[in-house]
């Protein structure tokens, strides 16, 4: 790992069935950042388009394709990625994080690099500045990001293009959420975190892979992290819902007794009032015992390794 050391900056990107569209980007890298930097190309179990290290070689780029033995996802491949980083390249005082179909644009990478300086920031996240998106896309989008703040009291306003320093890498890498939700494993860090305004890029081939099934479920998980604040959050919500059905079925009594209820209305009044009770307070219980198992239970450490197939780098002529 020699070719490595010599760069203190290192860009980890996730591919999975888009070589042609990663000879642009490695080009666009080279371009944009000259031979500064060493490219860590995690090959997500691809099949049809198998990624080659030598198309990081023709771009006159150093680097490694790490190929994974099946198709973990696109967040497990980035946590691979960074977790090898980690471990191999004790020199890399900087990490980007970017995907590799073009919409994060390598020419915004220096804009990331500079805001990273200051001392009082561990992390530089990209911002969308504007987006090549569908109207509808933008919609679900904005309901997404009002229901994580709801239900986590976090905002999350950005993705998987950021830069890192060192510590924060290793930080990261410690933290088992990293390989569920890069973006929620960066707000439940409590590193300190810069936000720096960027345009989002149209891609450079194909079509994405990523449907509006693939979007929620992402979005699931980005809540899976904050599953202990979520359940507080719904179980404070149903005591709530169950309290008012108290004091609405009190009520319903006291208008009975006073005669002001019109003739059927008090029974059902009455009986929907107590289903909601009781279904409320039966959530209530279950979201109270559910906080108690997610507090209480502990995660095995997942060893990165375990998923690489091969490692090929660029100026070797070999795999590892």
């Known amino acids: 790992m020699s070719a490595a050391t010599e760069h ?7 591919v999975f069935e888009d070589a042609q569209a990663c000879t642009r980007l490695f080009r666009e890298i080279a371009a944009s950042l000259g031979g500064n930097v060493f490219v860590v190309a995690v090959d997500d179990g691809s099949v049809r388009q198998p990624l080659d290290v030598e198309l990081i070689e023709a771009a006159d ?21 960074l977790s090898y980083v980690a471990d191999q390249f ?16 390598p020419a915004s990478i220096p804009s990331l690099l500079r805001a990273l300086e200051p001392d009082a920031v561990d992390v530089v996240v ?17 309901v997404y990001k009002w229901l994580f703040r709801l239900l986590s009291g976090h905002a999350i306003s950005f993705g998987n293009f950021m ?20 973006a929620g494993c960066v707000l439940i860090s409590r590193l300190r975190v810069e936000k720096c305004a960027l345009d989002r890029g149209p891609r450079y ?34 005591a709530l819902i169950a309290t008012l059905s108290v004091v609405g079925g009190a009520a319903a009594v006291v208008l009975k ?5 019109t003739p059927g209305w008090f029974s059902v009044a009455l009986g929907i ?7 409320t307070g039966t959530l209530t219980l279950m979201t109270l015992m559910l906080t108690g198992v997610v507090k209480g239970s502990t995660v095995a450490a997942v060893d990165y390794q375990s998923f690489i197939a091969r490692v090929s780098i660029t100026g070797a002529g070999k795999a590892d």
């Open 8 to 14: 203190p900056t290192v860009i980890v990107t996730p």
């Open 61 to 81: 780029l150093d680097g490694v394709v790490i190929t994974l033995r099946r198709n973990v996802g696109h967040q497990r491949a980035i946590a691979i990625g």
């Open 90 to 105: 004790p020199n890399a005082q900087r990490v980007v994080v970017m995907d590799s179909d073009g919409e994060d644009l």
């Open 126 to 142: 990209a911002e969308r500045r504007s987006r090549v998106e569908t109207r509808r896309f933008r919609a679900f989008y904005a």
């Open 163 to 182: 830069a890192l320093k060192r510590p924060a890498l290793q930080r990261l890498v410690s933290m088992q959420e990293l390989w569920i939700h890069v």
């Open 205 to 238: 081939a194909g079509r994405s892979k990523m449907n509006f099934v693939g979007l929620a479920l992402h979005g699931f998980r980005g809540l899976m992290i904050f599953a202990e604040d979520v359940l507080v959050r719904v179980g404070m919500a149903c």
């Open 257 to 261: 007794v006073l005669n002001f209820a």
């Open 273 to 279: 009032l107590l289903l909601v009770f009781l279904q």
